[in-house]
């Protein structure tokens, strides 16, 4: 026997319909790419995405069709997203921090036959464009005065297409499983692939992020998502803002500490999201400049693993609750968040740190479990390390285009490439990528452990540890650090500072200082880059410290 209850199916236009409709006043508020800050609302941001929609539709843009943006976070990027999603046409964001090359191949392995542009990446678009012979034409994301002369196949401006459409148009009446999003991994290993997000899924996924216990935001929030709308949905953040009515504020190109600085203080920000270079770096301008946030509250980081310091820094110093997040572009990508059970939150901060750094536990509709190498269930100890596996409702079960074959295992669940613990109370811990696991002796040494506290150090701004060849141990742990500015550390003071906070065998055997540390195109330590420029390193003593 069916239910009786109405067929409404689950597509992101009626996310914006709602908005309008209920919080249609409700601002957004970008740093736009041309300089000035912007001023718009939910209704205006509708009534404009309405006219992408018909813009795309007199192109000849069908359900199904992809349609690229190479945008920040600004009010006109969010009017693409809603204008070609609501007509069910798949919205491609991409990376503009990818290397050109790829991103022209990612751009022919998607099909994409229009490009929504920011005026910062057209040169770079300019120069790949004869490779990209699919593309039709390109939108310059700019009004008619900032439109440069471009090359790029039948330009135009986007000011100029949205004054020329009407705000008419009718958006969904398809199947909630028809494709919204497009995003393409990382591809440390191989090509990207593409990660195809459906409506029914993006839609799940908001009300997922929404939950008290996961990004908790609400209409009393001033959100500034600084997570990119280029990468895994931004973490969902710009689906979730107008669903609740949520004042917006998008950042635009400026990402540096000073410039979110004077957005968080000028539009009284509650709530923001990013991974931990970006709050690195706030930190810093926020400490060199004595300054107090007046307004943030709580902040989300995830992306890469949490530097104790900075969970401690936000709430010592500035009375803001930091909450790890972990999750993927394949989950959409909110798969665990770290907010307290009962029993945690009646502690003293300083015994919250251990749990506050682990990436937390999973909302309901996210499933995981972790496994050995043959695939047998191990058990949630908070000791054991295994392949974290995961399985729910916004979770990838194929790559775009079938590539990589079946990505799910019997029963139903996809490799992360992450290892993990998670303890009884099925809190999880991140402990390394599989691939990036430093194996010492037979015994796992987790890389991100010893980072974190690493970073901890008042002079280390990056630091990095890989696993170096051993002829003794299989492999040992090389601790790379970048310093901050101006300051100068030697291997002595670093490995003083770890005594005692790690197991002895976890010490580096080594510590070197490099003038950078390369990050890759989501802002994470790039290891495949890092273990190519130490692929020659060898060891200072002919034996290294005994373990
Ligand atoms: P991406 O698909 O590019 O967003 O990368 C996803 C990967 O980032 C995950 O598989 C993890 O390896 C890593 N990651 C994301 N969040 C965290 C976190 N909070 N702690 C440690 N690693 C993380």
């Known amino acids: 026997m069916l239910g009786l209850m109405q067929d409404w199916p689950l597509t992101v236009d009626k996310i914006l319909d709602h908005a309008k409709t209920w919080h249609g006043h409700r601002e957004v508020v970008t740093r736009t790419v041309e300089g000035p800050i912007v001023r718009s609302t939910y209704a205006e941001i509708h009534d404009r995405a309405k006219r992408v929609s018909n ?48 991103l022209a191949w990612i751009i022919n392995h998607a099909g994409d036959k229009v490009i929504f542009v920011d005026l910062t990446f057209v040169p770079m678009l300019e120069g790949i464009m004869s490779q990209c012979k699919g593309v039709e034409r390109v939108i310059v994301l700019t009004d008619d005065w900032n439109m440069p002369q471009t090359r790029l196949p039948r330009a135009d401006c986007y000011e100029r297409v949205v004054r020329e459409q009407s705000g008419e148009c009718a958006w969904g009446g398809f199947d909630e499983n028809t494709a919204c999003g497009l995003c393409y991994t990382s591809g440390t290993t191989g090509n990207p692939k593409g990660v195809l997000y459906s409506h029914r899924s993006n839609f799940l996924h908001m009300l997922i992020g929404l939950q008290a216990d996961v990004l908790a935001t609400s209409v009393r929030d001033t959100i500034l998502p600084v997570v990119p709308m280029f990468h895994a949905n931004a973490w969902g953040v710009t689906f979730g803002a107008p669903a609740v009515g949520a004042k917006l504020v998008l950042p635009g190109p400026k990402l540096d500490g000073a410039s979110i600085y004077e957005l968080l203080e000028s539009e009284k920000v509650t709530y923001s999201a990013a991974v931990p270079t970006v709050w690195q770096m706030l930190l810093a301008h926020l400490q060199a400049g004595r300054l107090k946030l007046s307004t943030l509250k709580r902040v989300t980081i995830g992306g890469s693993a949490c530097p104790e310091s900075i969970i401690r820094t936000f709430w010592n110093d500035y009375g803001v609750d930091v909450v790890h997040a972990w999750g993927m572009t394949e989950t959409s990508p909110l798969g665990t968040t770290g907010t307290l059970t009962p029993e945690v939150a009646a502690l003293p901060f300083e015994q919250q740190l251990p749990t506050r750094l682990k990436q937390g536990r999973a ?185």
Not at 63 to 77: I, M, P, S
């Open 363 to 547: 909302p309901v509709g996210v499933e995981l479990k972790l496994c050995d190498d043959a695939g047998n269930r191990l058990p949630h100890d908070g000791k054991t390390q295994g392949r974290l596996m995961i399985r729910g409702l916004a979770i990838a079960k194929a790559y775009f285009r079938g590539d990589g074959g079946n990505i799910l295992d019997s029963e139903g669940f996809f490799d992360t490439g992450d290892v993990a613990t998670i303890d009884p109370n099925g809190i999880m811990q991140i402990t390394d990528r599989a691939k990036d696991v430093i194996k010492s002796g037979g015994e796992w040494i987790s890389s991100i452990d010893v980072e974190n506290i690493a970073m901890g150090h008042p002079k280390v701004e990056l630091a990095a540890v890989i696993g170096i060849h051993h002829p003794k141990w299989d492999e040992r742990p090389l601790l790379i650090i970048k310093t901050r500015p101006g300051e100068t550390l030697t291997k002595d003071e670093m490995l003083d500072f770890l005594k005692g906070k790690i197991a002895k065998w976890w010490t580096p055997d080594d510590v070197v200082f490099v003038d950078d540390i390369p990050l890759g195109a989501t802002g994470k330590i790039d290891k495949k880059v890092l273990r190519e420029q130490f692929k020659d390193y060898r060891w200072p003593a002919p034996e290294p410290a005994e373990t």
């Open 55 to 102: 813009a795309l539709k007199g192109w000849g843009v069908k359900l199904g069709d992809r349609v690229a943006t190479l945008a920040w976070n600004t009010h006109r990027h969010l009017e693409c997203w809603y204008g070609i999603m609501g007509i069910g046409a798949v919205c491609h964001t991409l990376n503009p921090r990818l290397h050109p090359d790829q």
